[in-house]
């Protein structure tokens, strides 16, 4: 049974950083997408950034460029998200999600809920202003 579990959430005053990380088990990943999403109050959950387990290629979406990097530790089974000059509009539910299947190299990177199989339990991330 695959299981992502989150951690490193907590809160933070604006321009601070966090790391969250993302600890997968139950299974061995090759070249699965790995996501982290985040679901605001009131809001729909959107895509923050996705790395390929295997060959390390990333996506981000458009408004954490710069600020956010995701990476992933293979001997650790963990991806995790470096969030650095945080904003109170990043305040949110954090999540951990995996695909089930594997995707060729030159497959692009998903970054749609529905594509996503396996989720973590969310991690809350609060940035005061």
């Known amino acids: 049974q695959v299981q992502l579990v989150e951690s490193g959430g907590g809160l933070v005053q604006a321009g601070g950083s966090l790391r969250l990380s993302c600890a997968a088990s139950g299974r061995t990943f090759s070249n699965n997408h790995m996501g982290w999403f985040r679901q605001a109050p009131g809001k729909e959950r959107e895509f923050v950034a996705a790395?390929?387990?295997?060959?390390?290629?990333?996506r981000y979406a458009n408004f954490v460029k710069g600020r956010f990097t995701i990476s992933r530790d293979n001997a650790k089974n963990t991806v995790d998200l470096q969030m650095n000059s945080l904003k109170p509009e990043d305040t949110a539910v954090y999540y951990c999600?995996?695909?089930?299947?594997?995707?060729?190299?030159?497959?692009?990177?998903?970054?749609?809920?529905?594509?996503?199989?396996?989720w973590g339990q969310g991690t809350q991330v609060t940035v005061s202003s």
């Open positions: 790395i390929m387990w295997s060959a390390g290629i990333i």
């Open positions: 999600a995996a695909t089930e299947r594997s995707f060729s190299s030159f497959s692009p990177l998903r970054i749609t809920l529905q594509e996503y199989d396996y």
